[in-house]
C-alpha cells in the first residue's frame, strides 16, 4: 500500500495531511486517550502545530526568533512596556524576552527611551520597520489561526474564547514568571 503524502508533489510535502496519516492518528489517539492531563496536552499540542511552521518561517524568511516576534507583537497591541512587563505578560523567560529586546533593537525594529515617571525603567515602542515585519508577519497567523478554527462554528469560537478567557481570568492563581 503507497502512502499518498510521499507521493505529493514537492510543495505539498511540507503540509500535514493528517486523512492520509492514518498511523500519526493512531498514535495521537492512542496518546489522547487516559492522558493523565488532557486539557494541558490539548492546548499544547494545539499551540505547538500553531505556532511551530510560523516560527520556521519567520526564522527563515525574516531572521527573527520566536522571541523577538513576541515583543513586536505585545508592542503593537501596547506600546511603552519594557522588558520585565513583556515577559510577565507572556509566560516567556525574561533572559530571552530580553535578548530579543537587544537584538530588535540593534535591527532598529523597536527603539528604547527612558520612561518619565521612573528613570530607571527602559520603555520600548516599534518602529515603523517595525511596523511593516510585523504587519507582514501577522498575515500568515491569522491565516493559520483560521484554517485551525475553521472547523468550528461560530458558536462553537465563541463558546471555546469564552473558555479560554475565563481560565487566563482565573491565571493569577496558577501562572507565575520564571
Known sequence: MTNEATIAP???????????D??????????LKSNPIPFAYRLNYLANFYVGPL????????????????????LRQRSGL????????????????????????????IS???????????????T???Q????????????RESAMTACLTRSERAVFMQ??????DHSGQWAQPY
Open 10 to 20: 514537492e510543495h505539498e510535502a511540507t503540509v500535514w495531511q493528517p486523512e492520509i
Open 112 to 126: 528604547r527611551s527612558t520612561d518619565t515617571k521612573d528613570g530607571r525603567r527602559r520603555v520600548l515602542q516599534i
Open 55 to 74: 516560527i520556521k518561517n519567520i526564522e527563515k524568511s525574516f531572521k527573527m526568533t520566536r522571541p523577538e516576534w513576541i515583543v513586536l507583537f505585545c
Open 132 to 143: 511593516r515585519i510585523y504587519a507582514r508577519i501577522l498575515e500568515s497567523f491569522i491565516e
Open 163 to 168: 473558555l479560554m478567557n475565563k481560565m487566563i
Open 128 to 130: 515603523e520597520a517595525g
Open 82 to 109: 519594557n522588558a520585565q512587563q513583556i515577559s510577565n505578560v507572556t509566560g516567556r523567560p525574561k533572559t530571552s524576552i530580553s535578548a530579543a529586546v537587544k537584538q530588535l533593537h540593534r535591527k532598529r525594529l
Open 22 to 31: 492514518l498511523s500519526r492518528r493512531l498514535v495521537l489517539a492512542a496518546i
